[in-house]
Nanobody, 125 residues
Framework: QVQLVESGGGSVQAGGSLRLSCVAS?????MGWFRQAPGKEREGLAA????????YYADSVKGRFTISRDVAKNTVYLQMNSLKPEDTAMYYC?????????????????????WGLGTQVTVSS
């Protein structure tokens, strides 16, 4: 079992920044950040291979969001800059403890077997 706890969400104006954190109860192979807006499917934003640090991004956030990790703390971060109203969503952290993810599926929800409860991000115009 892995528990994931997200934090750092909140309300900001467009153009602002937020930093999300996700603490895992133990080491996992890969960790990712996803979001889901009302009425929309959950989408993968960024993922990281915890051992080597390789990162993967969705085109929608590339250049604005940065994922990083602290292996010693089993923690991943998502630095979000230049936020837009369309970034408003519930943001979820996910962990892959089975090494399901491949390079091609790092942003796929089916690659992850544990999920946090989410943290809300609201961006106003």
């Amino acid at each position: 079992q892995v528990q994931l706890v997200e934090s750092g969400g909140g309300s900001v104006q467009a153009g602002g920044s937020l930093r999300l954190s996700c603490v895992a109860s133990r080491y996992t192979y890969n960790m990712g950040w996803f979001r889901q807006a009302p009425g929309k499917e959950r989408e993968g934003l960024a993922a990281i291979y915890m051992a080597g640090g390789s990162t993967y991004y969705a085109d929608s956030v590339k250049g604005r969001f940065t994922i990083s990790r602290d292996v010693a703390k089993n923690t991943v971060y998502l630095q979000m800059n230049s936020l837009k109203p369309e970034d408003t969503a519930m943001y979820y952290c996910a962990a892959d403890t089975l090494l399901r993810a491949t390079i091609a599926t790092m942003l796929n929800i089916n690659s992850y077997n544990y999920w946090g409860l989410g943290t809300q991000v609201t961006v106003s115009s």
